[in-house]
């Protein structure tokens, strides 16, 4: 059973229920926090997981964990689980660059989870573009 991490340290509890839940019907071992050595971790088994919409607070956290999953090969995914009030932080950066983004109630949420897919979605389901990653030429 693969693990997966969750990156956000400010959900409520029935937030925190319901990631567990998910993820335990993907075949995950969920885990809070994300371990100092990340070359434990496998690619191939393990995911980062957050829940949308975040926290203020949360937010350099994610970026931070993000990036460094991200630059181990390590997939991860934001799981909408409601629609965002007005003045939220939005999707954190690093998600838009490294992340894919499935509403809660979307259909192809457990083939994201195991990376037979990848969407980008809103809140609610509704297909957002694809991020653009900007590279440098050659």
């Known amino acids: 059973m693969g693990k997966a991490y969750i990156f956000n340290d400010h959900l409520n509890t029935a937030d925190l229920s319901t990631i567990e839940a998910v993820v335990k019907a993907a075949g995950y071992d969920p885990i809070y926090g994300v371990p100092a050595d990340l070359s434990s971790l496998d690619p191939e088994t393990d995911v980062g997981v957050v829940g949308l ?16 999953f991200a630059g181990g090969g390590i997939r991860v995914i934001a799981i909408w689980l409601r629609k ?39 809140p609610g389901g509704k297909p957002r573009p694809k991020p653009v990653t900007r590279r440098n030429k050659c």
């Open 53 to 68: 919409p975040a926290s203020a607070e949360d937010v350099a956290a994610i970026n931070e964990r993000t990036k460094a």
């Open 84 to 122: 965002e009030e007005a003045g939220g932080v939005g999707v954190p950066d690093s998600i838009g660059k490294y992340g894919v983004t499935v509403d809660i109630g979307s259909a192809e949420l457990p083939e994201v989870l195991k990376g037979e897919k990848d969407v980008w979605e809103e």
